[in-house]
């Protein structure tokens, strides 16, 4: 009896931290149609149905270069799309989405820089602008606007459905 509990205790704790690890702890998968890469530059292309995965971040475009110059865990994914887009469950399980024409994730930052047509969508609220900066991490936006266009911030009222 010792021995099934102590099994069952290990096989729960094992499941545990697999499920709490962190996005980006997790591998980044690349998959598109085509591929070409410069091995002495360190820079890979991806063109057409690009689909990039780690945990449960996952972005979506036209075309992806990333820049791996800089050494592992460096790494600099730039996608663009019409649009690109972006969605990952954060701590909390709380989603958040993002659209642009340029989507960049600095790996080792952990930051998004949108540009172009840019939306950030999370908890209800939606953010637009020409340029938005979201740190993943810290869950925070900095957003600016371009000439004669502001930044644009809508809040959705919370939903009571019980008196």
Request: glycine share 6%; hydrophobic share 40%; proline share 4%.
């Amino acid at each position: 009896m010792k021995i099934n509990s102590l099994m069952i205790v290990l096989a729960f704790f094992s499941a545990v931290s697999l499920a709490a690890e962190p996005d980006h702890k997790q591998p980044i998968s690349v998959d598109a149609d085509k591929t070409l890469a410069s091995l002495i530059d360190s820079i890979a292309s991806y063109a057409d149905n690009v689909v990039v995965r780690q945990g449960s971040m996952l972005i979506k475009a036209d075309k992806l270069e990333v820049d791996a110059s800089a050494g592992k865990g460096k790494e600099v994914f730039i996608t663009t799309g019409s649009p690109a887009t972006y969605s990952q469950t954060l701590q909390g399980d709380r989603p958040v989405t993002a659209q642009a024409n340029e989507i960049r994730f600095d790996r080792a930052s952990r930051i998004l820089t949108l540009s172009g047509n840019a939306e950030v969508m999370q908890s209800g609220s939606l953010v637009r602008g020409a340029v938005i900066r979201y740190n993943i991490e810290l869950q925070q936006l900095s957003a600016e606007g371009e000439q004669n266009r502001r930044v644009t911030t809508i809040f959705t009222p919370e939903n009571k459905d019980n008196p």
